[in-house]
């Protein structure tokens, strides 16, 4: 009987810890939050000096994905949850503009980065990675069957490839939304819904994500599609990420990549990720020395290995298994990005309409 | 609403004169001044943390989508009410979510049953087996029925093989047959548990008395069993219904683009299209309904329980004697097996299965892409679980799941402590009267958070509760505050209809003899309800377990649960990253079912303690 009493124990000392405000010392570094999607990744070493060198403490926020992290910093627009929101991708960028939640920022660091990639002249948003949605395909799968690998996006209308891709639903998938836009920008306005018709036609298997197109339909995981929308890079990935066993037994090592991504001109989109600070910061230094930071060479070579996404800074060195391996489109899909910003939604609902229902 | 109970229907009137006079009904009605004080004093706790937590966010969100609407207050639900994709949207929600609860109440009634009246070897296994797929992830359970049911999976390969077909005859995936087996696959534990756990305490001599009188064992079953049995019942079937009627994640993975429920539209205009008025609109009726249906079930509720003599377990429980009964009770438990635990063992055998192919290219093409092709796509490895502890990039946040599995622990011990401190005084209020003003407003509104769109919800806590008087974010303890708000719920569900049906005339007699209410609840509902605390623990702790949306948006990154680490994973292509993803979930199921054992063990106080 006793012993029950201490049951509650546990509960009320939660609870009064839970109410309790964090102490605040003044000797204590201050701190920068970082609001991001869920993808952000870093190498520990790379932050801890940032941190040292700043005499700062950096507080990472993962807030959902792209999207969602993007809504929730404009919905806390007057009241700004963080100091800077790093994640914003040119499909989305005109959201954050139109909304006003930058603040203008023209860091040193952009000396070093293409115009190309800057795509708002007032330096609201700034450039910091990029990424190739491009067709994957399993070279197994082709060689297998003695079958040309597809080198174009016209090439998956062919009748030999039929029911052989799987790509992303625009509405709930990033790379989905990129590959849309590929295709908007090869075909132009009035002529890639005739192209995704004849994909339909062609038994093309649309799913709501990257994972499950990657992971369940893909046949490199043991699925039924060796065509898969998915990143210019993921090739050399499944390279450095192939098993390197440690048992001692022979391993399957590859030494050149299972998989290969077409690039063949306009058959690719180019999606820019952007870091802006947020308006009503009370760190404004600090998150422009952050900003600064993410520009540098320290920070750009080491987003790769960690997120998977490449630098724009001209100055940043790659890995030697990218310089060797990967294969960047030269030319990517054009599509304006203030045409992306107006038509996005009826771009969305024109695609779903003509290949889902 | 007495009148109900003092009519009756034919059932209820002979379960009544079976059971005891009907006294005991009336009693249970009459509180006093000093009654609805009590029940105020309950209320409190309940009352503070979900107005903190659940209205004050709810409001902030709604406003301020609203807020962003063009025209007038009342255009964005014209918009939404005369929209016929809306209409056909909020169709396939209710009728997916009907489809699936009666499936899984078909599925799970049966071994309700089994478990409750029967003792036999594996049960405790078992019972634990069937409450795994709760914590998974819904990513990964896509990939466990495709490994089992896509047309690469196991049971197409084998049929083609079988009947040398050229195609797979099975086209499981992206149809509504994969999205009612996925909720069926995850719910049916909460039809086994809740009315297993009531059913094992019901006293089986009211049965055998029937079938003395000359009743079949269809018309006790009708007559007697069911109608005492209904509390709990539709308990279970209304949160399934409205676990189904939100479904999100199954939706989306297995169901593929083709379908879509409320809360995929949710999702689709916050995110995609940022039409937040549409989208509160949505968020809306979603709430609206499921408030509209937990009303029904509490006016029906309230109806059919009846005091009983709850039964000892081991006074109920029986021996599988003739082989008739041990050939129905293995078919049973083969199909229980078959949907519930196939998919689990498909997902551990593909965590030790390499997924990267080492096929050597065919002699004219580049061989020299591949070299030692010793280890064949399909061997086995422990390759996967072995890297799951090395931090090769000296990533920030990598966790080795050791950590991870603790801070999954914590959270879930926390979430369990939370929402039995919440739901016991809540249940307790609730089964004290039924008639009180303070009871009839407050039942509804506890199912109201299953209800929510997790997406507003989760805006709406972002915007209210990062500044004063509230400013939680970042702080380490909205993680079980959130995932109580959902296992609350679940607690008072499961109390409820156990703490109803004690004999009012034992609290009564208690009383008399000098015991305060604490005393009361202490010495009589405590130990006549300690199976249904259990159940609640078990529900609480498995829905912490394996909460994900919630968790990654408001966990600090450096502390992640391992469904946020299995979905970081999942984030990220080549096979080693995917092969721990698949390790990860696979230690995660061993996690879930070593707890609910445990679990299982610790009789808080079984009636026979009494």
Redesign the interface.
């Known amino acids: 009987m006793c012993s029950?009493k201490y049951v509650?124990l546990?509960?009320i000392i939660?609870l009064l810890s839970?109410c309790a405000?964090p102490a605040q010392t003044s000797s204590a570094p201050r701190t920068l939050?970082v609001m991001t999607h869920?993808?952000?990744?870093?190498?520990?070493?790379v932050?801890r000096a940032f941190e040292q060198a700043n005499n700062v403490k950096v507080?990472?926020?993962?807030?959902?994905?792209a999207?969602?992290a993007l809504?929730?910093a404009i919905?806390?627009k007057n009241?700004p949850?963080a100091d800077v929101l790093y994640g914003v991708d040119n499909t989305f960028l005109s959201?954050a503009l139109n909304e006003d939640i930058y603040q203008a920022y023209a860091s040193p660091g952009l000396a070093n980065i293409p115009n190309t990639f800057k795509l708002d002249p007032q330096n609201r948003a700034l450039p910091v990675d990029y990424g190739d949605v491009c067709l994957n395909y399993d070279?197994?799968y082709f060689?297998?069957k003695?079958l040309a690998a597809p080198q174009s996006l016209e090439d998956l209308l062919k009748p030999e490839y039929k029911s052989l891709t799987v790509v992303e639903?625009p509405?709930?998938s990033s790379p989905g939304l990129a590959f849309l836009l590929a295709t908007i920008g090869h075909f132009g306005e009035d002529k890639y819904l005739d192209y995704w018709r004849g994909l339909r036609t062609n038994d093309v298997?649309?799913?709501?994500?990257?994972?499950?197109a990657?992971?369940?339909e893909y046949t490199?995981?043991?699925?039924?599609r060796p065509i898969v929308v998915?990143?210019s890079s993921?090739p050399v990935?499944?390279l450095?990420?192939?098993?390197?066993?440690?048992?001692g037994?022979?391993?399957?090592?590859?030494?050149?990549p299972?998989t290969a991504a077409v690039v063949s001109d306009g058959s690719c989109f180019r999606q820019i990720e952007f870091v802006g600070i947020l308006k009503g910061t009370k760190n404004q230094d600090l998150a422009q020395k952050w900003i600064d930071f993410m520009l540098s060479p320290t920070f750009q070579e080491d987003m790769p290995?960690?997120m998977?996404v490449f630098p724009v800074n001209s100055g940043a060195k790659l890995n030697d298994t990218f310089t060797k391996y990967l294969i960047n489109p030269q030319i990517t899909a054009g599509v304006d990005p203030q045409a992306i910003a107006d038509n996005r939604?009826a771009w969305?609902q024109a695609w779903t309409e003509a290949v889902?229902r | 609403m007495t009148a109900g109970n003092a009519a009756g229907n034919r059932a209820g009137h002979n379960a009544r004169q079976i059971d005891g006079p009907p006294g005991d009904q009336i009693a249970v009605r009459r509180s006093g001044r000093r009654g609805s004080w009590i029940l105020l004093t309950l209320w409190l706790a309940p009352l503070i943390f979900l107005g903190a937590f659940y209205f004050y966010p709810l409001a902030g969100i709604l406003s301020a989508s609203f807020a962003r609407r063009e025209g007038n207050l009342l255009s964005p639900f014209l918009a939404a009410l005369t929209s016929t994709s809306v209409r056909s949207i909020f169709a396939f929600t209710v009728y997916q979510a009907v489809l699936s609860t009666l499936l899984t109440l078909l599925i799970g009634l049966p071994g309700a049953y089994l478990i409750a009246r029967y003792d036999f070897p594996g049960k405790a296994l078992l019972r634990a087996l069937t409450g795994v797929p709760f914590v998974l992830p819904t990513l990964v359970v896509g990939a466990a029925f495709t490994a089992l049911l896509g047309p690469a999976g196991w049971i197409n390969q084998a049929l083609m093989r079988l009947f040398h077909l050229s195609q797979p005859p099975i086209d499981f995936m992206y149809t509504l047959a994969a999205i009612l087996l996925a909720h069926i696959f995850y719910n049916t534990t909460i039809v086994l548990r809740m009315v297993g756990d009531f059913w094992s305490h019901l006293d089986p001599r009211l049965g055998q008395a029937a079938e003395m009188l000359g009743a079949t064992p269809m018309q006790v079953l009708r007559k007697v069993t069911l109608p005492l049995l209904a509390p709990a019942v539709a308990a279970a079937a209304l949160l399934v219904f409205i676990f189904d009627f939100t479904s999100f994640g199954v939706i989306l993975v297995l169901g593929g683009p083709r379908f879509a429920t409320l809360e995929v539209e949710i999702y689709n205009q916050t995110v995609s299209l940022f039409n937040l008025p549409l989208a509160a609109v949505l968020a809306l009726i979603q709430l609206f309904f499921t408030l509209l249906l937990t009303i029904v079930y509490t006016r029906l509720a309230a109806r059919v329980t009846r005091p009983l003599s709850l039964r000892p377990q081991r006074f109920t429980l029986r021996r599988l004697t003739t082989i008739r009964q041990r050939l129905l009770a293995a078919a049973y438990i083969g199909l229980l097996v078959l949907l519930l635990v196939a998919p689990l063992i498909a997902l551990a055998a593909r965590s030790v299965t390499r997924v990267e192919s080492s096929t050597r290219l065919p002699p004219g093409q580049s061989d020299q892409g591949i070299t030692g092709a010793t280890a064949q796509r399909g061997g086995f490895t422990l390759d996967y679980y072995r890297e799951l502890n090395i931090n090769r990039r000296q990533s920030l946040f990598f966790t080795p799941p050791a950590t991870a599995i603790g801070i999954s622990l914590l959270y879930a011990s926390a979430t369990v402590l939370m929402s039995l401190a919440l739901g016991i005084p809540a249940a307790w209020a609730l089964a004290r009267s039924e008639t009180s003003w303070a009871n009839r407003a407050m039942d509804p509104l506890l199912m109201l958070p299953l209800g929510t769109s997790a997406v507003t919800l989760g805006l709406g806590f972002i915007i209210t509760l990062s500044h004063p008087p509230l400013n939680m974010i970042g702080s380490p303890w909205l993680v079980p505050l959130a995932h109580t708000l959902v296992a609350f719920p679940f607690v008072v569900r499961s109390l409820t209809p156990a703490l109803r049906s004690i004999r009012p005339r034992l609290r009564q007699a208690a009383a008399v003899l000098g015991a305060n209410p604490l005393r009361v609840f202490r010495s009589i509902d405590l130990p006549l309800a300690g199976r249904a605390v259990l159940v609640a623990a078990t529900f609480a702790f498995t829905i912490s377990l394996g909460e994900f949306g919630a968790t990654a948006v408001l966990a600090r990154p450096e502390y992640p649960t391992v469904p946020v680490a299995i979905y970081r994973l999942l984030g990220q292509p080549g096979a080693l990253n995917y092969g721990q993803a698949l390790a990860l979930s696979t230690i995660l199921m061993a996690v879930a079912m070593t707890s609910m054992l445990v679990i299982e063990r610790m009789r808080i106080a079984d009636v026979g303690e009494f």
């Not at chain 1, 507080?59 to 994905?65: E, F, M, Q, R, V």
């Not at chain 1, 298997?205 to 499950?212: A, F, G, H, L």
């Not at chain 1, 490199?220 to 039924?224: P, V």
């Open positions: 029950r509650w546990p509960l939660f839970a405000a939050t869920d993808s952000f990744a870093v190498s520990e070493p932050i507080t990472i926020l993962p807030s959902g994905d999207g969602t809504n929730k919905l806390a009241n949850i959201r070279k197994a060689s297998s003695n639903n509405a709930t298997r649309v799913v709501n994500d990257w994972n499950t990657y992971y369940t490199r995981a043991g699925g039924t998915s990143y993921s990935f499944e450095i990420e192939a098993e390197q066993p440690k048992d037994t022979p391993a399957p090592q590859l030494s050149e299972p290995l960690q998977y939604e969305i889902l």
